[in-house]
């Protein structure tokens, strides 16, 4: 059962448009939520992140939206650029005490055309 | 700070033989946790520990995985009798906590690539 999904495999956007990613979840216990970038042949690289207390969170190009009622975030990207092309994975953790574990969706492939 | 690293980045085995990977976290973090992704997926957790202590284990990590991290430091994550299944990206992570701040961003490592012929 995918608690974290991505239901979008693949996004194309030309540079210097907006890249949106979506992410829904279907546990209400989570409690805390991060976007990740992977390129090939390297490790998960952390973006953003965002309290589910809050629903913005906005870092330079990035910002990230979280919509509780719905259990959905979004990662918006401006101006995309074709740096951005990569894996950009969900990531939410449960509110639970001394828990850190990280539930990941499978990822939504982001191809930037200059 | 020269992050997450791991060790060997690839190793390919024959069924059953045991492996062992090695995780050095950044070297402030005190928390280290296991991750284990395959083609097409998200990482899925395995473990997790805190200083020396391994806290959390996943339903994934069956009796032939073990995880030790004996000083706190760095960390091996063992497969015995390895079988086809086990083919898949092992991911190392490290975060930091100290008092009463918590961080939950978790830092990777570039993983190393297990394939079981």
């Known amino acids: 059962d995918q608690q974290v999904k991505q239901n979008s495999p693949s996004l194309s956007v030309q540079e210097g448009r907006i890249s949106i990613l979506n992410c829904d979840y279907t546990n209400s216990m989570f409690d805390y939520f991060l976007w990740y970038k992977k390129y090939p042949a390297e490790g998960p690289t952390f973006l953003i992140s965002?309290?589910?207390?809050?629903d913005k969170n906005e870092d330079g190009r990035f910002t990230v939206f979280l919509n509780k009622s719905a259990k959905h975030l979004s990662l918006h990207i401006v101006p995309s650029q074709p740096g951005d092309s990569a894996v950009y994975f969900c990531a939410a953790k449960y509110s639970g005490a001394g828990s850190y574990q990280l539930t990941f969706g499978k990822g939504t492939k982001l191809s930037v055309i200059p | 700070d020269t992050g997450v690293s791991q060790n060997p980045r690839h190793k390919i085995t024959k069924r059953g033989q045991n492996v062992t990977f090695r995780c050095d976290p950044i070297s402030e973090h005190n928390r280290l946790y296991w991750y284990r992704q395959t083609l097409g997926q998200g990482p899925e957790f395995l473990t997790y520990f805190q200083n020396e202590a391994q806290l959390e284990k996943s339903r994934l990590l069956s009796d032939r995985f073990s995880a030790e991290r004996p000083k706190g430091s760095f960390s091996t994550l063992e497969i015995q009798r390895t079988e086809q299944g086990d083919s898949a990206m092992y991911l190392c992570a490290s975060s930091l906590n100290w008092g009463t701040a918590d961080s939950y961003e978790q830092y990777f490592g570039p993983g190393t690539r297990l394939t079981v012929t």
């Open positions: 965002i309290s589910s207390i809050k």
